[in-house]
């Protein structure tokens, strides 16, 4: 083989270092894999199941809702409790947590008369708990993975979502469809059984030394913190416009139809991920970048001329290509958002920095479905996919201007990606 082709190769390839050298992260990996199909195949049973017993379309959508303000507050304060408790022992009651709604959904699924109001209860328990679980699991990659394999790790995070979230969501209609929703969610349940095996395993990671009591003074803590880093503000405004002004999952549906081809929907709905999973699957590039903030916003520009692309593309075919570009610009911002966040936030604020990162990835696709739909009702969705896509573009390039620090950001020379290596190779 030529040598070229083999250094081609070798940047393309995916950089493990991180889970040989981890045990613990070998431990949260392989957790993460075992409970994300469980949780993506419940994702499809719940909106099922409610289908079946109310055939309503409010009541469906209305499942959403219900989750909306737990995934804010929990989100939140699941920030602040990270960086007072040990994130382990977060993590770990979380996931038994989560054990128990699982149980409560496979119990009401198997009742003569399923009862709708547990679908809503327990959605949004569940969702809570999650977002309660999520900023401890963030803020966890910072103390055993080592600070110049961050972006690895944050590649290694990114392949094993993109990779459930295109083989989960299909297992997870057959299962419903094929075995009914209670088998489903036992088989959620029994991934949480496993998940906590692996997860006992782990050493206790406590919080920093003098880390602040969980309270309100200490989200504002976090908050200001994150106001005071217009480099980190970058991160959130960016991923936040990309997604109100691009994201238009909502209008597939649509789409499909005036495409003429319905049967098509569920591509549709896993472009993006194929594409984010062949970004993972190449993206061993990502973690030689050290300009990380101007990575974010060319890859987010890319994911907003992808969208657009999809307005003008005539046939299906050329509208999955063009999602899963999206899709894999999207990934790509994610990793060097993620890698930026690692790299340059103190441990004693990494747990309530990742509750606020966490509203800002989880807010932009609601606000931007609802875009979507809105400007689609006046102009049509060939339209709002158009438009939307460009409005991404000015949007992120405006922020790009406006948010100089953000967009010099540089690894190497910046002051809290500086301290913060310093940090970590004091206490090894």
Not at 49 to 64: C, P, R
Not at 66 to 86: K, N, Q, R, S, T
Not at 176 to 183: L, R
Not at 314 to 326: K, R, T
């Amino acid at each position: 083989m030529p040598a070229g082709l083999k250094r081609l190769l070798r940047h393309l390839s995916i950089d493990v270092s991180p889970l040989r050298d981890s045990r613990d992260y070998r431990l949260l990996f392989g957790s993460g894999v075992i409970t994300m199909f469980g949780t993506l195949i419940s994702l499809v049973a719940v909106p099922y199941q409610m289908k079946e017993l109310t055939d309503s379309y409010l009541a469906v959508g209305l499942v959403s809702l219900a989750e909306f303000v737990p995934m804010v507050v929990c989100g939140l304060w699941g920030g602040a409790i990270a960086d007072a408790l040990d994130r382990r022992k977060i993590i770990v009651l979380s996931e038994l947590g989560l054990l128990v709604t699982s149980a409560a959904l496979m119990v009401n699924a198997m009742l003569p008369d399923p009862q709708v109001w547990v679908l809503y209860v327990m959605g949004a328990v569940s969702t809570g708990i999650a977002c309660l679980q999520r900023p401890s699991m963030e803020a966890a990659l910072q103390q055993i993975v080592k600070h110049e394999q961050q972006g690895a790790a944050a590649v290694l995070s990114s392949l094993r979502w993109n990779f459930g979230a295109i083989v989960a969501p299909a297992l997870g209609g057959l299962l419903v469809t094929t075995y009914g929703v209670a088998v489903a969610y036992g088989i959620d349940m029994a991934t949480f059984v496993l998940s906590l095996a692996l997860l006992w395993r782990m050493r206790s990671l406590p919080p920093a030394e003098h880390a602040a009591p969980a309270s309100l003074k200490s989200l504002v803590e976090g908050v200001r913190y994150a106001v005071g880093r217009s480099d980190l503000m970058g991160t959130y405004l960016v991923d936040i416009a990309a997604m109100v002004f691009a994201m238009a999952t909502a209008l597939f549906p649509f789409l499909a139809d005036e495409l003429r081809a319905p049967q098509a929907l569920g591509l549709l709905y896993s472009a993006a991920a194929v594409g984010a999973l062949i970004a993972s699957l190449t993206s061993a590039w990502t973690a030689r970048v050290q300009r990380q903030g101007l990575g974010v916003i060319v890859a987010a520009a890319l994911w907003g001329v992808a969208v657009a692309l999809t307005g003008l593309a005539p046939n299906v075919w050329l509208v999955f290509v063009c999602i899963a570009l999206a899709g894999a610009a999207d990934m790509v911002s994610g990793i060097f958002r993620m890698t930026m966040w690692n790299q340059t936030i103190p441990q004693e604020l990494r747990g309530r920095l990742a509750g606020i990162e966490l509203l800002s990835y989880a807010s932009g696709p609601m606000l931007g479905n609802a875009r979507a739909s809105l400007m689609a009702n006046f102009g049509g969705t060939r339209f709002s996919l158009g438009a939307g896509g460009l409005l991404c573009v000015a949007a992120v390039l405006a922020l790009g201007t406006a948010l100089p620090k953000f967009r010099r950001y540089d690894a190497r020379t910046d002051e809290h990606a500086l301290a913060e290596k310093a940090r970590r190779e004091a206490t090894v």
